[in-house]
């Protein structure tokens, strides 16, 4: 499986991005698909993630503020953030989960400007 992400840029507090993310393979049964991000000296945590089944998962930090969507028949997921803050700033991954394996994109790098 490939992932590969587009999107990222610098952007104002309170400005918007859309980040999105096309999977393609020989054999695609995606499971789940996602958003993780990586600040710098911080660990990887996930921001939003949407299953098969549609049934959304966000961070605390993304509820209200971000909104993942997912085109089964593209195998494309996207995440609009709005009302980005300083602290939203990070590498953004891709995150795939294709018949039990775990799949990450190469990242896009999100700076938000205070």
């Known amino acids: 499986v490939q992932l590969q992400a587009f ?12 980040l999105s993310c096309a ?12 958003w993780y991000r990586q ?10 993630i949407i299953p098969s089944n549609g ?11 971000f909104t993942i969507s997912r085109d089964g028949a593209k195998n494309t997921v996207d995440l609009q953030m709005n009302s980005l803050k300083p602290e939203d700033t990070a590498v953004y991954y891709c995150y795939v989960v294709n018949l039990g394996s775990a799949y990450w994109g190469q990242g896009t790098q999100v700076t ?3």
Request: proline letters at 2%; charged letters at 15%.
């Open 112 to 114: 938000v400007s205070s």
């Open 23 to 34: 999977a393609s393979g020989s054999t695609l049964m995606i499971n789940v698909m996602g």
């Open 55 to 65: 049934r959304t998962t966000y961070s605390d930090s993304a509820k209200g503020r």
């Open 7 to 18: 999107g990222g840029g610098l952007v104002q507090a309170g400005g918007s991005l859309r």
């Open 39 to 48: 600040a710098p000296g911080k660990q990887r945590e996930l921001v939003a």
